[in-house]
């Protein structure tokens, strides 16, 4: 998939979901880079209006936390809701019952499909099946894309590896381009000294002065770096929980 593909993809999937369901309309909203809010990114039988009536933060709006834990909320009417955002334009918009369903990727959450109607429906289990499925149609087309796009910006990186014979540009393209590429807050490399004995900082990105200027990073004294310097890959899901982070009080502050 192209970007353009994958919006091609999107907007076909939220008419089919429209006219499959017999609903007023539909939309697919995903998860920003940073994952604080729901970027619209395909809509059937909506008004452009309505479409650009406010920003969705995920901390402000309790009704898509539950949806992006995994639940599919249905509400009969958003104007008794309290947790529906934006009531007035919602009923301007002729908006009555909503059914929320997770756009989910290897149990990660990745963004929203959402159905409307203009009259209290009470949607049955065929229905939220349906839109269940095309939710995850959704969140394959979206991988998809992003698998894609990943690839292709790891061509563009190996390129310009070949065509420059300068080291610290070069590195400093890397750590750059693995955090943009894998969506993450950071990245760095270090390469050990001369000696073998500890792993010198040569390249960041998204890291503090403050924190890059924690200590060194002797491999005698870090565990996990002999690990990996052995050639094992090192995944830790949560730094506060692994004893064998060092300096974890400078992590946790960054």
Do not use: W
Request: some cysteine.
């Amino acid at each position: 998939f192209t970007a353009g593909g994958l919006q091609e993809t999107l907007q076909v999937l939220a008419k089919g979901c429209t006219e499959a369901l017999k609903v007023k309309a539909c939309s697919i909203r995903i998860l920003d880079e940073k994952g604080k809010r729901l970027e619209i990114r395909a809509a059937y039988g909506l008004s452009q209006e309505y479409l650009k009536k406010g920003p969705i933060e995920i901390e402000k709006n309790p009704l898509d936390q539950k949806v992006l834990r995994g639940e599919i909320v249905s509400t009969l009417d958003v104007s008794k809701e309290p947790l529906f955002l934006y009531p007035k334009e919602g009923k301007r918009e002729g908006i009555c019952s909503l059914l929320s369903v997770p756009l989910r990727m290897k149990e990660k959450p990745i963004g929203v499909l959402r159905i409307y109607t203009s009259r209290p429906h009470q949607f049955k289990k065929s229905e939220v099946s349906i839109a269940n499925t095309l939710a995850l149609e959704g969140a394959i087309a979206i991988e998809k894309a992003r698998l894609q796009q990943k690839m292709q910006t790891l061509m563009e990186i190996a390129k310009t590896i070949n065509s420059t014979l300068d080291l610290p540009e070069v590195l400093k393209l890397i750590v750059k381009s693995a955090a943009k590429t894998m969506g993450y807050k950071a990245a760095s490399l270090r390469l050990l000294d001369r000696e073998g004995e500890t792993l010198k900082i040569r390249a960041t990105y998204g890291l503090s002065k403050k924190y890059l200027e924690k200590g060194p990073v002797r491999v005698s004294e870090s565990p996990l770096d002999q690990e990996c310097l052995a050639g094992k890959p090192i995944n830790i899901s949560d730094v506060n929980a692994e004893p064998r982070v060092g300096y974890r009080e400078e992590i946790k502050r960054e």
